[in-house]
Nanobody, 120 residues
Framework: QVQLVESGGGLVQAGGSLRLSCAASGSIFRLNAMGWYRQAPGNQRELVASITRDGSTNYADSLKGRFTISGDNAKNTVYLRMNSLKPEDTAVYYC??????????????WGQGTQVTVSS
C-alpha cells in the first residue's frame, strides 16, 4: 500500500500563489508518475498536471503558464506551484501516484485532497 499526504492548500487572494506538496510513503517499489487533479463543487475531477519519473510533464491546456509541477524522486514527493490564482481555481486538489511493484503490478493511489480557495 502507498499513502499520499497533501499539504499547502489554503485561502489566498486572487493573483496570489500557493505551493502544494504531496509525499508518498509506505511499501513503495517504484513510482512511475505522480500528478494533481482538482474537483470544484458540481464539476468532475479534472487533470491539472502530471510528471513522470524521468521528468516529463503534462498540463491541462488552460493552466499552462500559471501552474508548474515538479518532483523529487528521492523523496517520493511531487509539488505544484500555482501562480496568478483566480477564483475559478477554487477546488479540492488531489494528488495521485502510479505505483509499480517489483513483479510489475501497477496501481494508482489517491490522496485525500487539500482545499484551495481563491477569493476575489
Amino acid at each position: 500500500q502507498v499513502q499520499l499526504v497533501e499539504s499547502g492548500g489554503g485561502l489566498v487572494q486572487a493573483g496570489g500563489s500557493l505551493r502544494l506538496s504531496c509525499a508518498a510513503s509506505g511499501s513503495i517499489f517504484r513510482l512511475n508518475a505522480m500528478g494533481w487533479y482538482r474537483q470544484a463543487p458540481g464539476n468532475q475531477r479534472e487533470l491539472v498536471a502530471s510528471i513522470t519519473r524521468d521528468g516529463s510533464t503534462n498540463y491541462a491546456d488552460s493552466l499552462k503558464g500559471r501552474f508548474t509541477i515538479s518532483g523529487d524522486n528521492a523523496k517520493n514527493t511531487v509539488y505544484l506551484r500555482m501562480n496568478s490564482l483566480k477564483p475559478e481555481d477554487t477546488a479540492v486538489y488531489y494528488c495521485n501516484a502510479d505505483h509499480v511493484t517489483r513483479s510489475g503490478f501497477g496501481s494508482r493511489y489517491w490522496g485525500q485532497g487539500t482545499q484551495v480557495t481563491v477569493s476575489s
